[in-house]
């Protein structure tokens, strides 16, 4: 292969390297004959996927030579419905996944220079998409103890080139969440040019009295917006579907830079169909709950280290280095994830599953309690 001239090397942005990519967490392949295996390894729906928008998806298979709707009017407009007309249709944006989503905002805002604000251990592209568009990235690290945010260090993170501040509640990969006073201080000290992004897209599992959703403040706070995901509770994670809803101004704005047919045909049908599929919403939500006092119960009689969640999943400090400790339970037909890559050295994400995939991560590690005391 002829090697590309230097006339077009140096049109190269410096910024965009093959070290930012993003790598999903890892499936497994048995290597034991019949053994089953689990992927608790990418905060899937332990269930599956919400039976209404399969039926959907039946339902739209003979018009896949057709082209899907030029825009998502008509999934804004159940998301209307869902939250109670508590927001204009006009406050939604739609796309091909919460990623997809926090990308076209960094496009609109972030010019080359600029600086942005995230706050470690955090979902990765928040970083990556930054990068790519040529922002320096700030790191505020959460609270060694508790993973909680760190907002006075935030607030003195702040400088005139400060555009975007990512916030996340429930966490990924900690399970920690954002407290109502945290959340208020932070918005009350912050100048109101700067947009902040509050990535929700676990809150179906939260339960703590003091948590709190974008949406009580969407009215109060131009400069916020919220990201959801249908992946995680609607059980629709191959299908990439995410939304936003934040002020009518800036969602019009943001709208100006949507791709035309973002949301696939099958995608888009299946999201609207799963919003009112409230007996499958309540079944995964009921799951994740039971299945973490299951779990804690487990890890505390095995003296396994965990921090408390209020996600779908376990942040892990793992009794052998995190790749010992990954690289066992693979073995044992059970994927996790380590997490050194989000910010979090040494240690694990495990995914709450079905009682059966929980119960052989829990046997699992039996087994590696014994092998580690001989």
Not at 153 to 179: C, E, H, M, Q
Not at 274 to 293: A, G, M, N, R
Not at 360 to 366: D, S
Request: aromatic share 10%.
């Amino acid at each position: 292969m002829k090697t590309i001239s230097k006339s077009i090397k140096s049109l190269f942005k410096p910024y965009l390297t093959v070290k930012n990519g993003y790598k999903g967490g890892k499936g497994i392949s048995s290597t034991k004959e019949n053994q089953k295996t689990y992927k608790l390894s990418s905060n899937e729906n332990p269930i599956g996927t919400s039976p209404r928008a399969l039926q959907a998806i039946k339902n739209a298979l003979n018009d896949l030579h057709l082209y899907p709707d030029a825009t998502d009017i008509r999934l804004r407009e159940e998301l209307v419905k869902s939250y109670n007309y508590q927001l204009d249709i006009n406050q939604f944006i739609c796309a091909s996944s919460g990623s997809e989503l926090i990308d076209l905002i960094i496009r609109a805002f972030i010019r080359e220079g600029d600086e942005v604000i995230i706050s470690t251990p955090c979902f990765v592209p928040y970083k990556m998409f930054s990068t790519w568009s040529g922002a320096t990235v700030i790191d505020v690290p959460l609270i060694k103890e508790n993973y909680a945010l760190d907002v006075n260090n935030i607030i003195n993170a702040v400088t005139n080139k400060t555009r975007i501040i990512f916030l996340t509640s429930p966490n990924n990969p900690t399970g920690s969440y954002i407290s109502k006073n945290k959340f208020e201080s932070l918005m009350q000290q912050l100048p109101p040019n700067i947009v902040v992004v509050f990535d929700e897209v676990y809150w179906h599992f939260a339960d703590a009295e003091n948590y709190v959703r974008a949406l009580n403040y969407v009215s109060k706070y131009p400069n916020l917006i919220a990201i959801n995901s249908f992946s995680k509770t609607y059980g629709l994670a191959s299908l990439r579907v995410g939304y936003s809803y934040m002020n009518i101004e800036v969602a019009a704005y943001l709208r100006q830079i949507c791709k035309p047919f973002l949301i696939t045909k099958l995608s888009l049908e299946a999201a609207i169909a799963s919003l009112t599929d409230f007996s499958f919403i309540k079944q995964t939500v009921d799951t994740i709950q039971s299945e973490k006092i299951y779990l804690e119960e487990q890890f505390d009689k095995l003296g396994i280290q965990y921090y408390p969640t209020q996600a779908n999943f376990y942040l892990i400090t793992p009794p052998t280095t995190s790749n010992e400790f990954v690289h066992f339970l693979e073995q044992e037909g059970i994927a996790i994830r380590p997490v050194d890559n989000f910010g979090a050295v040494g240690k694990v994400r495990i995914s709450i599953g079905t009682r059966d995939a929980n119960e052989a991560l829990v046997k699992a590690l039996k087994k590696l309690k014994i092998v580690s005391l001989n």
